[in-house]
């Protein structure tokens, strides 16, 4: 009897233990993380130094920065204009826009709530520590008025009229000005995407969230990062990724609302990146940074990696 | 070493097999029996244990223990005790009106009246014996079963009466500690979704096989009892990671019985106003739309003998009738409601118990469509919706020890939704027929115009969709009891196989294939209508879905001895879930074991301890492998050229889906599984009255959820900004069960309760529930977009933190009993909700940007109940006279668990408007 219970409770225990307190789905999904770093040197630009003109990083030009991840790349074609990644995105004219296929991605800043018309196409978020830059930043370009034609005249202001138009009640909902993410209680520079790092170079983190990971046939890689760099227009201080006349949402209030205004980025820039880079963007060239890999963009061998993908490339026609 | 022993006695009811050649046929054709046969065969009858003790308290062998009762089908039973002076009655039907005699040659007539038999657990109770008089007692419940393991509750007749319980059986099931309700009735048991439940009509499954959900509408008053298993319940029981609702029916008895009753419930008597909240708490102003609300209840039942002892029958018919009309919609939703049940219980034999059952449940709905007052009538749906369940049992008692019990069970539910019949009445606020049109007339043709932003739905309603689910499922159960250990105790043993083969027949779209959409300039002003845009459709779309499971359980009830319960066994469930192409969409082997045990330190009835271990398993659902059927609805959206500035990515003024679903699978699914351990501390303080402890964790992982392999998208997740496949305008969903799909709860039960003596009752408990995970309910896209499964973990809505319930029912001492009151309070914390942002991957309102359920709080809710009975005899019979009230206070704030979301212009709203008081009144006559 005693053997017959302790059958009994071994098959149970057995069962417990071995119908499923492991599953393997079959596919490698990962939180994958590094950074991007732009060389200052890309980022200038001319401004006004104590009345002499000076070429001065402009950080709030960086615009959202695009991540993909494309297949393995080949040797990079330096003869041609721009660096390329043979099956991924694909810069020269001559050959088949929109044949990019991206395995994943994420942004570093986004095109979000253009609650008035002056702001269209020319705020990525995090890129300001209050709204009063952000005021002045846009109102290079084009005077920021209200819906009744009147100039607005702060940032606080502006802050109030998006808020009141989106029914959004923190800076977080809307999205341009970055929380507190260093903790020290002090929203500033340090706060943004990106921050200066002591070689006066700048650097972001990005995270590509539930990755789908995978090995090649012949099992060496698992496919290159490739990024490029939206960077406002010298002349507009618009982002050529940015699609005016899509609003964010299809959604009635946008049709209906004059005050709802559109703006958002294209939904096939990692597809046809070539049709949304514009003079003056910064892509990924070969990474012959010290500690780079030498290839354009960086290829993943393990998902664990922490890449640091340099933005090295600025476009030039 | 030894063996346990099987001891098959013959039958002491009838007239004996003939020596070992019919023992051994008997078990054989029982054994056959259970091949042909098959499923989950949860408890339907009772099961009482009685101790006989002398005045000494030791226990007296040989009594010749009698029960005997009106319900209790084949006449009064005998059985004699052993050397332990305890006998079992097994198979009994659940009742509130047993009696109890023990004869002994030394010994004086001993007599215990009132005896309750519930279904689950056994009733255990001690009759006493002396050699001086005669003893006649009348059984109170015992405060504390030491029998069970299970946690839950049982809901007898008596009290589902006494008590303001709300006139059905989803409803009633919310007197149970740690049951939530969602928003369309269903119970949120201990912390899982509604979805999750198994809800068994005399012992069948009767689960909406699609959706998971209750299957069919039931009459209240043919209700014996309801069985609310919260967990740790055998596999007999079936399988299910949320809870169980087993209903079982009224079989009729030696009494003829006649009940008719009348109900009509208002709830217009005081503001019912749609709610508003900011996002911090803050109470706004209410929006003005007002709901009301008026229901009807007919009732007719008849039960009775056929023959006396040998067959029972029961025959009821309900008429619900339901007029509501929410936020302001000018058309009232009546909803029209026709129940019947009938049931044939005979008992030929002490050997064979057939059973009959059938019930079904036609109904309509006009005016579904409610929550806008910007509707017209012609555009208003019409719901057709019913079916039948019918089951025929054969239970064939091999011996007082040994039963097999087979069930087979067929179950059919329609659902059409289409427009609304037309009608020449010109008084009717209904779409009018037009020249030509019969009355009645349904238009499927003329393609609907629907409005946004505040325009008109107009003209006709847009869509079709029927929908035909079916299951049949036989199973059957072989019941060994008293089996002796050599080394002490004995073992009840159940070994059931069973298999339910269901299907759905599908067939969905839209009239005239064409769907317009009218917009305003303004919000919400009608008077501002500015243009239309249309969609234009595929042909409407007809599918199959299939699913079989086969299954087995073996399980144990051990005593080793009196005061100590080990529950045992485990479940086998081999599920097949097919999508339309005949693909085993989910494929699964599930095992099931438990362990549980009950432990009466003192033995004497007063203390209880359990605990154990379970595992539950979830079979699928056919709507979960439908998922990745190939039939899809194609659509092409048509901006026209007043919306051209308003067009897709690529400056195109349309967009499309295609006619092909593009959902998938990922090649390596695991079924969902729930594993639970459980605490429970109980002890009799005082006479009749209990104080409990109960906790429980329930882990359930690998949730059916889907992620999206097609579109890439933004940082926060809200736009997109490439396509793996090239297609950025459609989503590829792909079925997955990811281990991060997952849910952990937490219930602990604190708890008085006072049996029925001295003409009260009340039970009061305090639980406290926590929630954590990232699905409520399966298969809702948490992991389509990548970038907010960094919000995914968080507080979730199947629960609310702290609830305190207390329910109490007073005999009024105006003898013979009768006038009742019944109090029902229910007083629960809020529940944490989200802000929803747009996000271009739903096209509507759906993203977080900050962990889930942290934005503020949906406002706790108390609420009170009171029924009150008057009785009244007559010549013949007697007449009962109640008015009930739900909601006294008028603070149910919109009570279901699932209904508020601070929504996209920053109100906080309830999508289930608050509760209004609702008074009920009803007279029943019954001899």
Redesign the interface.
């Known amino acids: 009897m005693s053997r017959t219970r302790a059958v009994i409770g071994s098959a149970l225990l057995a069962l417990s233990l071995g119908s499923g307190c492991h599953f393997d789905e079959g596919i490698v999904v990962e939180n994958m993380v590094g950074t991007v770093v732009v060389p200052s040197t890309l980022l200038e630009r001319l401004q006004s130094v104590g009345g002499v003109p000076t070429n001065v990083p402009e950080p709030k030009a960086i615009g959202p920065v695009y991540l993909g991840l494309y297949g393995g790349t080949v040797d990079a074609d330096v003869t041609t204009s721009y660096p390329y990644v043979a099956t991924g995105p694909v810069f020269d004219p001559t050959r088949t826009v929109g044949d990019a296929y991206p395995y994943g991605g994420t942004t570093i800043g986004q095109l979000r709530n253009t609650c008035l018309a002056a702001l269209q196409c020319r705020v990525a978020s995090n890129r300001f520590t209050n709204y009063d830059e952000l005021l002045d930043w846009v109102n290079q370009y084009e005077q920021v008025v209200d819906l009744n034609g009147d100039p607005v005249e702060s940032g606080e202001e502006l802050r109030q009229i998006c808020m009141g138009q989106y029914d959004l009640t923190t800076d977080a909902e809307l999205g341009w000005i970055p929380p507190d993410r260093n903790g020290d209680e002090v929203v500033d520079d340090k706060d943004l995407d990106f921050v200066v790092r002591e070689d006066g170079n700048y650097e972001a983190e990005f995270t590509l969230w539930q990755q789908e990971y995978f090995t090649s046939p012949d099992g060496e890689t698992g496919f290159t990062i490739w990024a490029f760099m939206d960077t406002a227009s010298v002349a507009s201080g618009e982002f050529g990724s940015c699609n005016e006349n899509q609003s964010f949402g299809q959604n009635g209030e946008a049709y209906t609302n004059p005050q709802y205004n559109t703006a958002v980025m294209y939904r096939d820039v990692l597809n046809r990146p070539a049709s949304y880079i514009d003079a003056g963007d910064i892509v990924t060239g070969v990474q012959d940074q010290p500690g780079g890999n030498g290839e354009i963009g960086y290829v993943y061998h393990d998902p664990d990696d922490i890449p640091e993908l340099w933005l090295n490339f600025e476009v030039t026609q | 070493?030894?063996?346990?022993r099987l001891t098959l006695p013959l039958s002491a009811r009838g007239a004996p097999l003939a020596g070992a050649t019919a023992r051994l046929l008997q078990v054989f054709a029982a054994l056959v029996a259970l091949l042909v046969a098959s499923p989950a065969l949860a408890q339907q009858d009772g099961t009482l244990i009685v101790d006989v003790l002398d005045d000494s308290d030791l226990e007296v062998p040989g009594a010749r223990v009698t029960l005997s009762g009106p319900a209790l089908i084949g006449g009064s039973q005998t059985q004699v005790t052993g050397a332990a002076g305890q006998v079992k009655f097994t198979a009994i039907p659940p009742s509130t009106d047993y009696a109890l005699s023990a004869e002994h040659d030394t010994l004086q007539v001993s007599k215990l009246n009132n005896v309750v038999v519930k279904i689950g657990s056994p009733t255990r109770v001690t009759m006493k014996m002396s050699g001086i008089e005669e003893i006649v007692v009348t059984e109170k419940e015992k405060a504390i079963n030491t029998e069970s393991t299970s946690r839950g509750e049982v809901l007898t007749k008596d009290f589902l009466q006494k008590i303001p319980s709300g006139r059905s059986y989803q409803s009633a099931t919310q007197m149970a500690s740690g049951v939530t309700p969602d928003s369309g009735g269903n119970p949120n048991i201990g912390g899982a979704a509604s979805n999750e439940n198994t809800y068994m009509i005399d012992g069948a499954n009767v689960t909406d096989p699609v959706t998971g959900t209750f299957g069919n509408n039931f009459n209240f008053d043919a209700i014996q009892q309801i069985e609310v298993l919260l967990g740790g319940y055998m596999p007999e029981y079936g399988v299910s990671i949320g809870g169980v609702v087993n209903v079982v029916t009224d079989s009729g008895s030696n009494n003829l019985q006649f009940i008719s009753s009348v109900y009509y419930a208002n709830s217009n008597l005081r503001p019912r106003t749609d709610e508003r909240w900011g996002?911090d708490g803050v109470q706004l102003a209410p929006s003005g739309f007002e709901q009301t609300g008026q229901s009807f209840f007919v009732n007719a039942l008849v039960s009775g003998p056929v023959v006396r002892d040998k067959a029972f029958f029961i025959l009821s018919y309900v008429n619900e009738r339901g007029l509501d009309a929410y936020a302001g919609t000018p058309q009232r939703r009546d909803y029209d409601g026709h129940y019947v049940y009938g049931k044939l219980t005979i008992q030929p034999s002490s050997e064979h118990r057939f059973t009959l059952g059938l019930q079904t449940d036609p109904a309509s709905i006009a005016n579904g469509t409610q929550g806008t007052p910007y509707i017209k009538a012609e555009a208003q749906d019409n719901q057709e919706q019913g079916g039948f369940v019918g089951n025929a049992r054969w239970q064939w008692f091999l011996s007082p020890d040994a039963s097999l019990d087979t069930v087979a069970t067929l179950q059919r539910s329609n659902i059409r939704v289409g427009s609304v019949p037309c009608t020449h009445d010109t008084r009717q606020d209904r779409r009018q027929c037009r020249p030509g049109e019969e009355e009645g007339y349904i238009d499927w043709y003329t393609p609907g115009r629907s409005g946004?932003?505040g325009a008109y739905d107009s003209v006709n309603y847009a869509s079709m969709y029927f929908s035909t689910r079916q299951r049949f499922q036989i199973t059957s159960k072989l019941s060994l009891t008293n089996i002796k250990?050599?080394?002490g105790g004995t073992h009840d043993l159940k070994f059931g196989i069973g298999t339910e083969q269901t299907s759905e027949s599908n067939l969905q779209g839209y009239n005239g294939n064409l769907l317009y959409i009218d917009?305003?300039?303004?919000?919400y002003d009608p008077t501002t209508f500015?243009n239309y845009y249309y969609l234009e459709t595929s042909s409407p779309i007809r599918y199959q879905v299939n699913g079989s499971i086969y299954n087995f359980f073996l399980q144990d009830s051990w005593k080793p001895v009196k005061n100590l319960t080990i529950n045992?066994g485990?479940r086998y469930d081999n599920s097949v879930m097919r999508n339309d192409l005949g693909e085993a969409v989910l494929r699964a082997n599930?095992?099931g074991?438990r362990?549980f045990a009950a432990w009466d330190p003192w033995g004497n009835q007063k203390t209880k301890i359990a605990t154990g271990?379970g595992?539950f398993n979830d079979r699928g659902t056919l709507g979960i492998a439908g998922f990745t059927s190939a039939s899809g609805f194609g659509s092409k959206l048509f901006f026209g050229e007043y919306?051209d500035?308003?067009?897709?990515?690529?400056?195109e003024n349309y967009s499309y889906s295609p006619v092909r679903n593009l959902n998938i699978s990922?090649?390596?699914l695991?079924n969902p599984?729930t594993d639970e351990v459980i605490l429970t501390l109980e002890r009799e303080v005082i006479n009749d009255v209990a104080i409990s402890s109960s906790m429980s964790g329930k882990f359930t992982?690998?949730l059916y959820e889907f992620?999206d392999?097609n579109l890439?998208?933004?940082?926060?997740g809200?736009?997109?900004?490439?396509?793996?496949?090239?297609d950025?305008?459609n989503l590829y969903g792909r079925l997955?069960?990811?281990?991060l799909a997952r849910r952990d709860v937490f219930q602990w039960d604190l708890a008085a309760r006072k049996v029925l003596s001295h003409r009260w009752a009340a039970r009061v408990t305090y639980t406290f529930q926590q929630a954590l995970g990232t699905t409520n309910r399966s298969l809702t896209g948490t992991?389509a977009v990548?970038?907010?499964?960094?919000h995914n973990y968080g507080p979730l809505q199947t629960v609310r933190n702290h609830v305190f319930r207390a329910l109490a029912i007073w005999d009024l001492p105006t003898d013979p009993w009768t006038q009742q009151i019944g109090i029902f309070f229910l007083g629960a914390s809020g529940v944490p909700v989200d802000?929803f942002?747009?996000g271009?991957a739903q096209?509507?309102y759906s993203n977080r940007?900050?962990a889930r359920r942290t934005y503020t709080n949906d406002p706790g809710f108390w609420d009170l109940g009171i029924r009150f009975q008057q009785y009244i005899d007559l010549r013949k019979g007697q007449l009962q006279l109640s008015v009930e009230a739900q909601n006294i206070t008028n603070n149910r704030g919109g009570g279901y668990i699932y209904n508020a979301q601070v929504y996209?212009?920053?109100?906080f709203v309830r999508f289930i408007r608050q509760d209004p008081l609702q008074l009920m009144f009803g007279a029943r006559y019954e001899f």
């Open positions: 070493m030894g063996r346990i996002h946004i932003g250990d050599p080394l917009v305003n300039s303004t919000s500015a045992y485990t599930l095992w074991p362990l271990y595992r919306f500035n308003y067009s897709n990515g690529r400056n990922n090649d390596k695991r599984y992982r690998n992620d392999v890439v998208y933004s940082e926060n809200d736009s997109i900004i490439g396509s793996r496949r090239g950025v305008n997955r069960t990811p281990s992991f990548d970038q907010q499964v960094q802000r942002y747009y271009a096209q509507g940007i900050q996209q212009n920053n109100r």
